[in-house]
């Protein structure tokens, strides 16, 4: 058998891989290490270190909500190359400023300054990545053609981030204790100028992903620009559907995500120190459904592959919240995790089809900002209603006992497979997702799936 010398054929794809690869690494480290340090120095013993960790989840989050929408204007106006070489030298020379700042001792500065240039930081890098990953969306879709390709560069997406973030951690506590916080911070910074190389080597020819952008004198303002974007995917049933899909399949993660250390000690009996391996597991299935998700999408289709994965991931998430034994519950959460994974990538070619290039900055902003809100929501509700709303909660039906958190696991399964169905009659085949293209202007163009 003979080895491919490039990922899915594509030397240029897999030399943007690569910089991404070590990116993720470097952000994996590099938020990793900043929760560590924030938490075991800067507010060693103090009673607020809770809160002082939580502001860097919020200055990601903010960044994700009120950059990322409007960022997808701007996306679709600039050169996608030029816009991600710009914002890997914001993230690599802000993290550099850090750095150096950091070789300061720590008692030389108010812990609040620290924590002010720690949640400017976190909020510019999330800010710049917002314009990042709609311009990598779009150089890699003019990359790859055909459903399978395509659902296994988004496959091949999801693993590396996924082994980022099973080999970036353990690498930030051995950097952080032994050599310090700023080669810590280093690492990232080199890993930012190591996908900048990366970029500028990826043969774009100018124009060829922003051909269809108007000149400075035709833009109709960026206000307009942006109802516009929101516009066309309201007006798309087939991507409101694909939205609606994906934030339903947030259900059983986001559940997961919050409850999923109380079901191990509670309903698994297993003490805290196993739960890493319900982590493991998970890290190892969203790789294993992430390889394969191209395969099966160029067997069944990526359509097919969506409402299946919903049903088979409802069914093994209903079973998962049954589990009371700690190796039983390992394989069934695995399983669980690959049609998840497998689905998420399956999307990625139905959301290209069904959007126009020069929509598709406007939409990603749009589909991943609310994906993540849905993703926070869930694991706000789940948390609610395991520790108040169903606090108290028991039952038996048919010789079989529930609790609070099985419950909420077993109801969540039960949304996803519902959701499975409908997805089954409401995506429209390939032919109905693909844009029609005109001579109209972008504003007048079909708006998605009759």
């Known amino acids: 058998?003979?080895?491919?010398?490039?990922?899915?054929?594509?030397?240029?794809?897999?030399?943007?891989?690569?910089?991404?690869?070590?990116?993720?690494?470097?952000d994996a480290v590099f938020s990793t290490t900043?929760?560590?340090?924030?938490?075991t120095v800067l507010a060693e013993g103090r009673s607020w270190g809770p809160q002082a960790v939580s502001g860097v989840v919020l200055a990601t989050s903010?960044?994700?909500?009120?950059?990322?929408?409007?960022?997808?204007?701007?996306?679709?106006r600039w050169d996608k190359r030029r816009t991600m070489l710009g914002t890997e030298v914001l993230r690599g020379g802000l993290v550099a400023a850090l750095t150096a700042v950091s070789f300061?001792?720590?008692?030389?500065?108010?812990?609040?300054?620290?924590?002010?240039?720690?949640?400017?930081?976190?909020?510019?890098?999330?800010a710049a990545g917002q314009f990042f990953t709609p311009a990598r969306f779009a150089v890699i879709a003019d990359m790859i053609t055909g459903d399978a390709d395509r659902a296994r560069a988004a496959g091949i997406a999801q693993a590396t981030a996924q082994t980022a973030w099973i080999v970036g951690p353990p690498l930030a506590a051995p950097l952080l204790f032994t050599v310090g916080l700023q080669w810590a911070l280093l690492f990232n910074a080199l890993s930012y100028l190591v996908s900048y190389l990366a970029i500028r080597t990826v043969d774009v020819r100018p124009g060829k992903t922003a051909a269809s952008s108007p000149t400075k004198a035709e833009r109709p303002g960026l206000v307009k620009e942006f109802r516009a974007g929101v516009g066309f995917f309201v007006r798309s049933r087939f991507l409101v559907a694909l939205l609606l899909l994906t934030v339903i399949g947030q259900l059983g993660v986001g559940a997961l995500s919050t409850l999923n250390v109380f079901f191990a000690t509670?309903?698994?009996?297993?003490?805290?120190?196993?739960?890493?391996?319900?982590?493991?597991?998970?890290g190892i299935g969203g790789i294993a459904?992430?390889?394969?998700?191209?395969?099966?999408?160029?067997w069944i289709g990526a359509k097919r592959t969506t409402w299946i994965g919903l049903l088979v991931a409802?069914?093994?998430?209903?079973?998962?919240?049954?589990?009371?034994?700690?190796?039983?519950?390992?394989?069934?959460?695995?399983?669980?995790?690959?049609?998840?994974?497998?689905?998420?990538?399956?999307?990625?070619?139905?959301?290209?089809?069904?959007?126009?290039?020069?929509?598709?900055?406007?939409?990603?902003?749009v589909f991943y900002p609310v994906t993540r809100l849905s993703s926070m929501l869930t694991a706000v509700l789940a948390g609610w209603l395991a520790g108040s709303g169903l606090r108290?909660?028991?039952?038996?039906?048919?010789?079989?006992?529930?609790?609070?958190?099985?419950?909420?696991?077993?109801?969540?399964g039960l949304v996803v497979v519902l959701a499975g169905v409908y997805a089954r009659f409401a995506l429209p085949g390939p032919a109905a997702a693909e844009p029609i293209a005109d001579d109209r202007p972008a504003e007048a163009a079909p708006k998605g799936a009759p």
Not at 266 to 282: K, P, V, W
């Open 266 to 282: 509670g309903n698994l009996h297993a003490s805290a120190q196993l739960y890493g391996y319900l982590g493991m597991a998970t």
């Open 62 to 76: 903010a960044a994700v909500f009120f950059v990322g929408p409007l960022a997808g204007v701007f996306v679709d």
């Open 289 to 298: 459904g992430a390889l394969v998700a191209g395969r099966v999408v160029e």
């Open 1 to 26: 058998m003979r080895l491919r010398p490039a990922l899915i054929g594509n030397p240029d794809y897999t030399r943007l891989w690569f910089g991404q690869a070590v990116s993720s690494v470097g």
């Open 314 to 365: 409802g069914v093994l998430l209903v079973l998962y919240s049954r589990q009371t034994g700690f190796p039983g519950a390992v394989t069934v959460l695995f399983l669980f995790i690959v049609p998840i994974t497998m689905l998420n990538t399956a999307m990625a070619p139905l959301l290209l089809a069904a959007t126009p290039q020069e929509f598709r900055g406007r939409v990603v902003a």
């Open 392 to 412: 108290d909660f028991a039952g038996s039906v048919g010789g079989v006992r529930f609790g609070p958190i099985d419950t909420i696991f077993a109801v969540s």
């Open 104 to 126: 300061l001792p720590v008692e030389d500065l108010p812990a609040g300054v620290w924590l002010a240039l720690i949640y400017l930081t976190v909020l510019v890098l999330n």
């Open 34 to 39: 900043l929760v560590l340090w924030v938490a």
